[in-house]
């Protein structure tokens, strides 16, 4: 056995579970009906490989071959107890019986796609807060590790670790069952976990915090994650909403930064660097979810805006106004402040500065969006747009101060570092 053998099966281990973790998981779960031992379960069967394949070769099915693997395991578990109960040994029956199964190379575990999506509506469980739902989705159905989970989210190992446990352990108390909601309870569920993949695309769009700009691995990770969801439930149009906004979205990450990692702001894009592959999916996306026919969500309204900037050929051909109609009918269906902020920015490239501070200083007063860094970032835009330079620098200092983005804060400053040149006037 050669390390050049040992190497390729490491990697050839790593890819399976990137791909394959969330099946294999689910099905384990539904079979032993415990989450917190299927994923113990399959951490074994991935050590075996990590033992095995080097000297006898990758097998053909490799998810296969570690469920099966992982089914044993749990047979040996429950016959070594001293006491074995009659369900653990019904249970280990049945996992005998289904093991053989497990080793015919075409093997592919029965109702998958429901296993995944079970284990999704699991992960995102409202019993959980929203922090433990995400790094439990990226564990269990996004493949990654605790690791990487916290370097994403520039958060400590050990925090992501007991974040996850205490996750488990809430499930466990609160006797989570595995299985998909009914007809009563499916719409809310998955609202939870369309905004827990939302909310992890969005960190990869625009980093709240560190060194990067953006961080399109984590993105990538939440579109791979919807896409499996959106097959999932092929008749929920905001599952294909959310996609669409997420394949539109993503194809200007290109042309989002420099080579060295500078910020691009919208206007000054190469949009011939945007990717028409992934504008394609989202056209696609949004057409499959309109012809439903039960009329655009919150996601879909996204998209829908999303789609207006991919179809401009230039900054100026941007269609604003009906921007500005687009957020409007999300005001209605999804208010919240921040909507009202992105209306506002709007209006003011349809109507003018003028008519747009008037809305953010409704959103200043409400004090809804107190310490949010994007609200005096667009008024002291707005200000400065009114010739109000005094106290748009005052607005663009404060938000370079609540920013926790390091790429973020050096736009900022260079913005004032421009007022600063207007105020000395021509020389």
Same mark, same amino acid.
């Given at each position: 056995?050669?390390?050049?053998?040992?190497?390729?099966?490491?990697?050839?281990?790593?890819?399976?579970?990137?791909?394959?973790?969330?099946?294999?998981?689910?099905?384990?779960?539904?079979? =032993?009906?415990?989450?917190?031992?299927?994923?113990?379960? $399959?951490?074994?069967?991935?050590?075996?490989?990590?033992?095995?394949?080097?000297?006898?070769?990758?097998?053909?099915?490799?998810?296969?071959?570690?469920? &099966?693997?992982?089914?044993?395991?749990?047979?040996?578990?429950?016959?070594?107890?001293?006491?074995?109960?009659?369900?653990?040994?019904?249970?280990?029956?049945?996992?005998?019986?289904?093991?053989?199964?497990?080793?015919?190379?075409?093997?592919?575990?029965?109702?998958?796609?429901?296993?995944?999506?079970?284990?999704?509506? @699991?992960?995102?469980?409202?019993?959980?807060?929203?922090?433990?739902?995400?790094?439990?989705?990226?564990?269990?159905?996004?493949?990654?590790?605790?690791?990487?989970?916290?370097?994403?989210?520039?958060?400590?190992?050990?925090?992501?670790?007991?974040?996850?446990?205490?996750?488990?352990?809430?499930?466990?108390?609160?006797?989570?069952?595995?299985?998909?909601?009914?007809?009563?309870?499916?719409?809310?569920?998955?609202?939870?976990?369309?905004?827990?993949? %939302?909310?992890?695309?969005?960190?990869?769009?625009?980093?709240?915090?560190?060194?990067?700009?953006?961080?399109?691995?984590? &993105?990538?990770?939440?579109?791979?994650?919807?896409?499996?969801?959106?097959?999932? =439930?092929?008749?929920?149009?905001? $599952?294909?909403?959310?996609?669409?906004? @997420?394949?539109?979205?993503?194809?200007?990450?290109?042309?989002?930064?420099?080579?060295?990692?500078?910020?691009?702001?919208?206007?000054?894009?190469?949009?011939?660097?945007?990717?028409?592959?992934?504008?394609?999916?989202?056209?696609?996306?949004?057409?499959?979810?309109?012809?439903?026919?039960?009329?655009?969500?919150? %996601?879909?309204?996204?998209?829908?805006?999303?789609?207006?900037?991919?179809?401009?050929?230039?900054? &100026?051909?941007?269609?604003?106004?009906?921007?500005?109609?687009?957020?409007?009918?999300?005001?209605?269906?999804?208010?919240?402040?921040?909507?009202?902020?992105?209306?506002?920015?709007? =209006? &003011?490239?349809?109507?003018?500065?003028?008519?747009?501070?008037? %809305?953010?200083?409704?959103?200043?007063?409400?004090?809804?969006?107190?310490? %949010?860094?994007?609200?005096?970032?667009?008024?002291?835009?707005?200000?400065?747009?009114?010739?109000?330079?005094?106290?748009?620098?005052?607005?663009?200092?404060?938000? $370079?101060?609540?920013?926790?983005?390091?790429?973020?804060?050096?736009?900022?400053?260079?913005?004032?570092?421009?007022?600063?040149?207007?105020?000395?006037?021509?020389?």
């Amino acid at each position: 056995m050669t390390d050049e053998a040992t190497l390729r099966a490491r990697r050839a281990v790593d890819a399976v579970w990137r791909i394959e973790s969330a099946k294999i998981i689910a099905t384990l779960t539904r079979k =032993v009906r415990d989450l917190d031992f299927a994923e113990d379960l $399959a951490g074994q069967a991935l050590l075996e490989a990590i033992e095995q394949w080097p000297a006898a070769g990758v097998p053909r099915n490799p998810a296969a071959w570690l469920t &099966s693997v992982a089914m044993r395991r749990a047979i040996d578990t429950w016959r070594r107890q001293e006491r074995l109960d009659e369900r653990h040994a019904h249970m280990a029956r049945e996992l005998e019986n289904d093991a053989s199964n497990f080793d015919d190379p075409s093997w592919d575990p029965d109702r998958i796609d429901d296993d995944v999506l079970r284990l999704m509506f @699991m992960t995102c469980h409202p019993v959980l807060g929203r922090k433990a739902q995400v790094a439990l989705t990226l564990r269990l159905v996004g493949g990654l590790t605790t690791e990487q989970i916290g370097s994403a989210f520039l958060t400590p190992t050990a925090t992501v670790q007991q974040r996850i446990v205490r996750a488990k352990k809430t499930l466990t108390a609160a006797k989570a069952v595995f299985e998909v909601p009914g007809r009563d309870e499916f719409a809310p569920r998955l609202s939870a976990v369309l905004g827990v993949l %939302y909310l992890v695309f969005n960190e990869g769009y625009a980093a709240s915090s560190g060194d990067e700009w953006l961080r399109p691995d984590i &993105s990538a990770e939440a579109l791979r994650i919807a896409r499996i969801l959106a097959e999932l =439930v092929p008749n929920e149009p905001e $599952a294909h909403g959310l996609v669409a906004l @997420m394949e539109l979205t993503a194809s200007r990450f290109p042309a989002r930064t420099t080579p060295s990692g500078e910020p691009i702001l919208l206007a000054d894009q190469d949009r011939t660097k945007w990717d028409r592959g992934q504008i394609t999916r989202g056209l696609a996306a949004l057409d499959r979810a309109d012809g439903i026919g039960r009329g655009r969500g919150p %996601y879909g309204l996204q998209a829908a805006i999303a789609e207006c900037h991919v179809r401009a050929a230039e900054f &100026s051909d941007t269609d604003w106004k009906r921007i500005v109609l687009l957020y409007e009918a999300l005001q209605r269906l999804a208010p919240s402040p921040v909507v009202d902020l992105n209306h506002a920015a709007a =209006v &003011s490239m349809a109507y003018g500065p003028a008519p747009a501070l008037e %809305y953010v200083d409704k959103i200043v007063a409400s004090g809804k969006l107190a310490g %949010y860094h994007l609200l005096p970032s667009v008024r002291g835009d707005l200000l400065a747009q009114l010739g109000r330079i005094d106290e748009a620098r005052t607005e663009l200092l404060a938000a $370079a101060e609540e920013t926790g983005n390091e790429r973020e804060r050096t736009v900022l400053l260079a913005k004032v570092d421009e007022l600063d040149l207007r105020s000395l006037g021509p020389e």
